[in-house]
């Protein structure tokens, strides 16, 4: 089974129903922090309990869907 990362309460809730490219820029930046390809799989925005980011199966080879690794990246 793969990691699910739920948000119960969006940072910044204004903003992304302005403009819900927002929920895009969360999920890239999940993305990149984890070093896999994320996907929003529920979203507060259309009528979801909370938003729900995925780790993409369709990515991992299958000896490496059992487990995720991350990088560390230098912060500047």
Do not use: H, N, W
Request: hydrophobic content about 30%; aromatic content about 4%; overall charge negative.
């Amino acid at each position: 089974e793969l990691p699910v990362i739920s948000v119960g309460a969006c940072p910044y809730p204004e903003l992304a129903e302005q403009d819900p490219s927002v929920c895009s820029m969360e999920r890239m930046l999940i993305s990149e922090i984890l070093g896999e390809t994320v996907r929003l799989s529920q979203c507060r925005l259309d009528g979801g309990c909370d938003c729900t980011f995925e780790l993409s199966a369709a990515d991992k080879q299958p000896e490496q869907q059992t487990r995720t690794t991350t990088q560390r990246r230098p912060v500047f």
